[in-house]
């Protein structure tokens, strides 16, 4: 696979041809929005073996693997993805970085084709966070999987490869879980949007960025390990299930939670926040890269 089309070049798209390029592949790049172009070569350091076209079909036509980064709704995938089904060779997958959509819902735009339609879901940003999450649809060949998981692999991610396809695949339904819960006990001012932040980012989360949460479970039980956990812990879990919040994003909550945000950066810029991010994920993923014990 030594040329990738990247369809879609805002900040998710940007991150994979960043990947792309520095794993050695030829990027051929194209984004209707004005001004496109310019912004992805200011974003990447080396844009020796980028190409920028403005038609998805010439792009697709030029690459041996397809990563489609369009926005989330389900009318533009499918005028996308039948332009890129008509333009690619049959043996090239048409994976989606979609965050949520299913791959058989994406593949309805795929009538020739719909075997080679996959969801190669990445973490923001691309070019840091190992995870992709790659999600058959029902007409997906295993096949198909097989590649995509091995080409993801091959560039230094961790994928991880669902058996069938759900609304936000795992991560984003994790994450879902979180929210539902961070944001009812802002609602209920049980706690601030800073300390939510805090209790994570300084508690549970610092143990999350080293093991998932059945390990950490499991170390927790001490001799016992996870056995031990579900047998003492996991009846008060079950009570603790059954309280969880049922929130609605009412627009006035949608306000304090961006007030609170606002509060909590405190004047502290975006860019100087992400540069500030990065620097801590690459440390910390040379930190576990040098851990061989760690799964």
């Known amino acids: 696979m030594s040329t990738v089309a990247v369809v879609g070049t805002g900040v998710i798209g940007a991150s994979w041809a960043g990947l792309f390029l520095a794993h050695g592949h030829d990027v051929v790049a194209t984004d209707p929005a004005p001004g496109a172009e310019e912004r992805l070569r ?26 489609e980064n369009g926005p989330e709704r389900e009318d533009v995938k499918h005028a996308l993805f039948a332009v890129l089904d008509e333009a690619a060779r049959p043996d090239v997958i048409l994976a989606s970085s979609s965050s949520g959509l299913l791959p058989s ?46 080409f993801y692999t091959s560039l230094g991610k961790r994928p991880i490869r669902l058996t069938r ?7 984003n339904r994790l994450q879902a879980a979180l929210w539902q819960e961070a944001y009812s006990l802002v609602e209920r001012g049980i706690a601030t949007v ?41 009846p008060p879990t079950e ?29 502290i810029g975006d860019d100087q926040l992400v540069a500030a991010r990065d620097a801590v994920l690459n440390r910390l993923l040379a930190a576990k890269a040098a851990q061989p014990d760690l799964p």
């Open 239 to 267: 009570e603790w299930w059954r309280d969880l919040g049922r929130v609605h994003l009412t627009p006035e909550l949608a306000e304090t939670l961006v007030a609170g945000v606002d509060a909590e950066l405190g004047g």
């Open 165 to 171: 396809e759900v609304p936000g695949h795992v991560a």
């Open 105 to 150: 819902v994406i593949a309805r735009g795929c009538p020739r084709h719909p075997e080679r339609v996959v969801i190669g879901h990445p973490f923001n940003p691309p070019h840091l966070i190992p995870l992709v999450e790659v999600v058959p649809g029902r007409e997906t060949a295993p096949e198909v999987v097989d590649r995509a998981v091995a």
């Open 42 to 67: 200011d974003a990447l350091e080396d844009t020796d073996r980028l190409r920028f076209v403005a038609d998805a079909g010439e792009a697709a036509a030029a690459a041996d693997f397809v990563q």
């Open 194 to 234: 800073a300390d939510i932040d805090t209790a994570i980012a300084y508690g549970p989360g610092l143990r999350w960025a080293v093991l998932g949460p059945f390990l950490n479970q499991h170390l927790s039980g001490g001799a016992g390990g996870l056995a031990h956990v579900l047998a003492h812990l996991g």
